[in-house]
């Protein structure tokens, strides 16, 4: 089984059976030694699997950033399955996780439970590509791997496919634009290939066909038993047209993957844009906050409220009032962090959550905002907000939600006091 996994380790559980059982399997292993590289990982690097070590103690302060943790590493994993690993099955705690393994499981079992959440991501991402078009007069590119020639290959595919033969593993030879690898499984480097090139990112759903003659129909059965990463095997002595037939076959749907990929990408970005101001819109704010399983110690949530804005949209029209809802949603962006999350609330209402932040940051942070708006020029209006903010403890009573509506409330408290103010829930 070829995967890339995340082992997240920050408690120092000893890991080493389940780790010399997947290398074994042609895994590629990461390993997090803090909650922090976990989560730079996961943004970074494209992962099958994640195997996270649960405290041994969930209990006192600890526990609730382990759970803070767990909510977010969730939201960012998304079909990524999260596999516990434990020395005890007792004090487990109550989280979404797709399994949870002893570390010391016997590798056969630990393959059979973990190829099973694998399979069903995998079948996730390669369900969706159905009723997807292409355009069939793409070029195509075919890279082979310790091949002394293709006469293997009908003549037909030599006239409109670039075929690039390579003879030595690892290369510096830049793949990345191929569409489909042929290794010649008799090479003594040909599982080392497979899987290696199965684990680069750009190749993740590539097809990989492994080839061999009559003298190689057993390496070809040792490999079918070893799951090294390959599409499909096929023999140099088949019929050439039949294997023309099949390598089309094959890089049609990994063509079809591209388009659908890059379409569901737009989508993706469209349903969760607004398009005026280009920040998230109500919809997905709603979503992100249903996939927090707890409050987040040290947040804040800000409401922020355009001045006067019908007037501005009844003088000069919507099509500046548009103009003017992009100036303050871009001002607000430039003055906020990366890792915070801004939406467009209601039709001139917006709001931050500010994750992981102090109280003084989120006050310095929602002044700024206000000053800067009014101090900036905007053409002939004079553009004013009314901000609101609500600041959530650890340990506290608050939840999003109820920050939500607290910071709503304090906003218009600004707002019916003359506006261009910051009211904060002391």
């Not at 079909?79 to 590798?107: A, W």
């Not at 003549?155 to 496919?161: G, V």
């Not at 830049?174 to 090479?187: K, M, T």
């Not at 905002?369 to 209006?381: G, L, P, R, T």
Request: some cysteine.
């Amino acid at each position: 089984m070829v995967a890339r996994i995340l082992i997240i380790n920050e408690d120092g559980l000893n890991v080493s059976r389940i780790s010399s059982s997947l290398q074994e399997s042609y895994c590629s292993l990461l390993f997090a030694r803090s909650l922090e590289d976990s989560l730079r990982i996961i943004r970074t690097q494209s992962v099958d699997a994640v195997f996270l070590s649960l405290p041994k103690n969930i209990s006192g302060k600890s526990s609730g950033l382990f759970f803070d943790f767990f909510s977010v590493l969730r939201q960012l994993c998304g079909v990524i399955p999260i596999i516990g690993l434990t020395e005890s099955e007792q004090n487990i705690p109550p989280l979404r996780l797709e399994d949870i393994l002893s570390s010391d499981t016997d590798r056969e079992d630990l393959l059979r439970r973990i190829n099973v959440p694998i399979k069903m991501k995998n079948m996730f991402d390669e369900n969706l590509i159905g009723n997807m078009y292409l355009d069939e007069g793409e070029t195509r590119k075919i890279v082979t791997f310790f091949h002394d020639n293709v006469d293997f290959l009908h003549e037909s595919i030599l006239e409109n496919i670039e075929i690039v033969m390579l003879r030595t593993w690892p290369v510096a030879d830049n793949i990345s634009d191929s569409d489909l690898f042929i290794i010649n499984v008799n090479h003594t480097q040909a599982n080392e290939c497979c899987a290696s090139l199965r684990l680069r990112k750009t190749n993740r759903y590539k097809p990989i066909v492994l080839t061999f003659d009559a003298g190689g129909r057993d390496k070809a059965k040792l490999a079918v038993k070893a799951d090294i990463g390959y599409t499909d095997i096929m023999g140099t002595e088949d019929n050439p047209l039949i294997t023309k037939n099949r390598l089309y076959s094959l890089i049609r749907y990994k063509k079809l993957y591209d388009v659908f990929a890059k379409k569901l990408k737009r989508s993706l970005y469209i349903s969760t844009i607004d398009s005026i101001t280009e920040v998230y819109n109500r919809s997905y704010f709603e979503d992100y906050l249903k996939n927090k399983e707890r409050c987040p110690s040290s947040s804040a949530v800000i409401m922020l409220d355009i001045d006067k804005f019908k007037l501005i949209n009844d003088k000069f029209g919507h099509s500046f009032a548009d103009s003017v809802l992009r100036h303050v949603s871009g001002m607000i962006k430039k003055y906020i962090r990366s890792s915070d999350v801004v939406a467009r609330y209601g039709g001139d209402e917006f709001v931050i959550l500010m994750n992981d932040v102090t109280k003084s940051v989120a006050e310095e942070v929602s002044h700024r905002i206000q000053k800067k708006i009014e101090d900036s020029s905007f053409y002939n209006a004079h553009c004013t907000v009314s901000i609101g903010v609500c600041c959530i403890e650890p340990g506290g009573n608050i939840s999003l939600h109820d920050a939500i509506s607290i910071a709503d409330k304090f906003m218009y408290l600004a707002k019916h006091g003359g506006g261009n103010s910051v009211k904060i829930c002391a």
